[in-house]
């Protein structure tokens, strides 16, 4: 578990229009009875929440942050705290029970906090009676309640809760920024993390998974191989089963592998164009570049990408997992 210094303002990666909003609130003593996060998944609105929670709870706060020490700050940190309450979905979406139940623990004051904090994550997963169920919260909340929603970037709600909420907008994480925070966090150099932090656009929530599933060495192995082998060689089938095998049993991260072998074969594609080394993704197969712009054309290249696509259709159709990476590895080599 993460120490509770991890959650604190001066902690949270990029986002500073956001919080800049929310310590004004705060400061000004106009502390909304609903905010909606929006924005991109994986940048961090759900810590933001939590943070948010324990700031307006905090025994000892400044005018910029919380102090992170006094009791209420350590048992929100915790997630232990009696007046916060996380909904998630429960399955696929917010169920009409979880909503009815969270009407009847707000009959009810806090127990011990001045406000008790509210997280809805991904409200957009809610169904219209759901919906509408927390639309008459919304409308008219008890006090000393502070209800936070989180949604998606892309997602639609109903305009009526959008229109009862302050919304606090959050956008993808400053890349250089977010390579540091892996580089502290996971131990990586930082090739690999400013490749995982343009890969996932920004979403630290992203990188960490890509990192959690070791994709980023899984493509360096294939990559490494196709560049190192030829067509004739004896050691290719082998070499190919042992790559297909590992592949295959990513199961339903393949297609994220195949969408890091494209983004590799698109910095390819524009090296040998002509384009500058400085503005590629893959920057963690930077040492691999020179000898694949000697090997393949552009014609050589684009055909990969093709390839690529196929067997992502392949995958759709529910074909053998295994065999679809026989094939495409043995084309690329």
């Not at 690999?192 to 599933?213: F, R, V």
């Amino acid at each position: 578990m993460q120490t509770h210094s991890h959650y604190t303002f001066n902690n949270l990666i990029g986002q500073e229009r956001a919080k800049d909003l929310l310590r004004r609130s705060i400061a000004n003593n106009r502390v909304g009875h609903a905010y909606l996060f929006r924005g991109p998944d994986g940048v961090g609105k759900k810590r933001t929440a939590l943070t948010l929670a324990a700031y307006i709870n905090c025994q000892a706060p400044d005018t910029k942050d919380l102090c992170g020490r006094c009791q209420s700050c350590r048992k929100f940190h915790s997630g232990n705290h009696p007046d916060l309450q996380v909904i998630q979905p429960d399955g696929a979406m917010i169920k009409i029970n979880q909503i009815r139940q969270l009407k009847r623990t707000l009959a009810f004051p806090p127990l011990e906090a001045k406000y008790r904090v509210v997280i809805v994550e991904d409200v957009q997963t809610m169904r219209r009676e759901a919906a509408n169920s927390l639309l008459k919260t919304l409308e008219e909340p008890p006090p000393d309640n502070l209800l936070i929603l989180t949604v998606d970037q892309s997602s639609e709600l109903l305009p009526t809760i959008v229109s009862r909420c302050q919304i606090i907008p959050f956008s993808p994480l400053p890349y250089e920024q977010m390579a540091q925070t892996l580089m502290h966090e996971d131990s990586l150099d930082h090739e690999t993390a400013i490749t995982l932090a343009a890969i996932s656009e920004g979403s630290l929530g992203q990188a960490k998974i890509l990192q959690d599933n070791r994709l980023l060495d899984c493509r360096r192995q294939i990559v490494e191989n196709v560049l190192s082998l030829l067509p004739h060689q004896p050691e290719v089938p082998a070499a190919v089963f042992q790559l297909a095998e590992k592949a295959a049993n990513l199961k339903e991260q393949l297609p994220d592998l195949f969408d890091l072998l494209r983004i590799w074969l698109r910095d390819l594609l524009y090296l040998v164009a002509g384009g500058s080394e400085s503005l590629i993704i893959s920057r963690d197969l930077t040492a691999t570049m020179a000898v694949a712009r000697e090997r393949w054309s552009l014609e050589e290249l684009s055909d990969m990408l093709r390839l690529i696509n196929q067997a992502e259709k392949k995958l759709l159709r529910n074909c053998n997992r295994t065999l679809v990476c026989e094939v495409l590895f043995f084309s690329l080599i």
